[in-house]
T-cell receptor, first 116, second 113 residues
Framework: NSKVIQTPRYLVKGQGQKAKMRCIPE?????VFWYQQNKNNEFKFLIN????????QIDMTEKRFSAECPSNSPCSLEIQSSEAGDSALYLC??????????????FGPGTRLTVL | GDSVTQTEGPVTVSESESLIINCTYS????????LFWYVRYPGEGLQLLLK?????QKGSSRGFEATYNKETTSFHLQKASVQESDSAVYYC??????????FGLGTRVSVFP
């Protein structure tokens, strides 16, 4: 069973408000991923880190989305100015590596964001 | 970009019947993608069901199996005899180190006694 912890489980924000969610990866996993799953079940990769360094992020996250994985603190994903279209399930996953034998990603339960 | 297409649900089967969920992929940015099946049981988080990282090999878990076929770009999931506890949403995915996983839209499976 996955031991990725995500908080809060549910988040409700008004349009224009900041929304921040956190993730504690499995112990010993240096790679962390953030995904967005929308109401149509579509997954969208947002960003990933290896230790504290960003490996890759999509264009969307370079504008209103920001994320970090500081040393000895939970990783976080923040939306600076929430929009209705940001309403989705945000999933954090961690892995020992990004590819190969250790490519398995372990997912947290997600944070369900609702933007009113 | 990369994409995954899988059987559109919902799929309804009776207990002890066989199940197959089709999955085909297009990996334009990855020469040798890793392939996965993830499952989400009711009320639970997404968890890995099985993975295959080498073309031509088969993965298996909990009675499910899937073979990585590079020629047909397929990774179909099969189970010979399903149980009610197999009711879940199944996601096919392909892996890329830089861009995370690319998922299909999921297939909801309901198994009736």
């Amino acid at each position: 069973n996955s031991k990725v912890i995500q908080t809060p489980r549910y988040l409700v924000k008004g349009q224009g408000q900041k929304a921040k969610m956190r993730c504690i990866p499995e112990k010993g996993h240096p790679v962390v991923f953030w995904y967005q799953q929308n109401k149509n079940n579509e997954f969208k990769f947002l960003i990933n880190f290896q230790n504290q360094e960003v490996l890759q992020q999509i264009d969307m996250t370079e504008k209103r989305f920001s994320a970090e994985c500081p040393s000895n603190s939970p990783c976080s994903l923040e939306i600076q100015s929430s929009e209705a279209g940001d309403s989705a399930l945000y999933l954090c996953a961690s892995s020992l590596s990004g590819t190969g034998v250790y490519a398995e990603q372990f997912f947290g339960p997600g944070t369900r964001l609702t933007v009113l | 970009g990369d994409s995954v297409t899988q059987t559109e649900g919902p799929v309804t089967v009776s207990e002890s019947e066989s199940l197959i969920i089709n999955c085909t992929y297009s990996a334009t940015s990855i020469a040798y993608p890793n392939l996965f099946w993830y499952v989400r049981y009711p009320g639970e988080g997404l968890q890995l069901l099985l993975k295959v990282i080498t073309a031509g090999q088969k993965g298996s878990s909990r009675g499910f199996e899937a073979t990585y076929n590079k020629e047909t770009t397929s990774f179909h999931l099969q189970k010979a005899s399903v149980q009610e506890s197999d009711s879940a949403v199944y996601y096919c995915a392909l892996g890329s180190y830089a861009q995370g996983l690319t998922f299909g839209l999921g297939t909801r499976v309901s198994v009736f006694p």
